[in-house]
């Protein structure tokens, strides 16, 4: 990001093929349409580029970046509040049929689509500052002390919003995990 905030073009284009994904992924994960996701990692980079001259060395690019990132899923979801799409009765039902199917056939394991479609929906069941944590955790790879910065929040509380939101993961894919 130095270089960038000098003028090395081609170090942004360095910074936006490395960090894309994940943060697409982060707005994905927040129980986002794929259209709102990439408008908000469009913004996102967006900010980045406006505060180029500005920007000072706090924290990681990556801890910066998903601050910004964080505080435009926290906005969007205040202006909207029916953001989640999957209701909650769907899930149920869903949960049951894919259940049933399963257990009918002993012999098979569970596919690797069921366990990707239930991964997403135990993530998009959990309270937003878990769900959060979570995947600032697992899909950005950050450190729990990181996370406490992004989020500027205290480092237990933090803690404690990774573990109940690991003990409602493993609860709801338990069927999954022998």
Request: aromatic share 12%; with cysteine; net charge positive.
């Amino acid at each position: 990001m130095l270089s960038y905030a000098t003028g090395n073009a081609s170090a942004f284009d360095l910074l936006y093929h490395r960090h894309k994904l994940v943060v697409f992924r982060f707005f994905v994960r927040q129980n986002l349409t794929h259209t709102v996701a990439e408008e908000l990692a469009h913004d996102t980079w967006l900010k980045i580029i406006n505060a180029r001259q500005s920007y000072v060395v706090t924290a990681k690019f990556t801890t910066y970046l998903f601050t910004i990132a964080r505080r435009l899923a926290i906005d969007y979801q205040q202006k909207k509040s029916h953001i989640c799409e999957v209701t909650t009765a769907d899930d149920e039902v869903y949960s049951q049929e894919s259940m049933q199917s399963n257990a009918d056939d002993e012999q098979a394991e569970p596919d690797k689509q069921a366990l990707s479609i239930a991964l997403k929906q135990q993530i998009s069941l959990l309270p937003f500052e878990q769900r959060e944590v979570f995947l600032l955790k697992q899909e950005a790879g950050f450190s729990i002390d990181d996370i406490a910065n992004i989020t500027q929040q205290n480092k237990e509380k933090v803690k404690s919003r990774w573990r109940y939101a690991l003990k409602k993961m493993r609860k709801g894919l338990s069927f999954y995990v022998n």
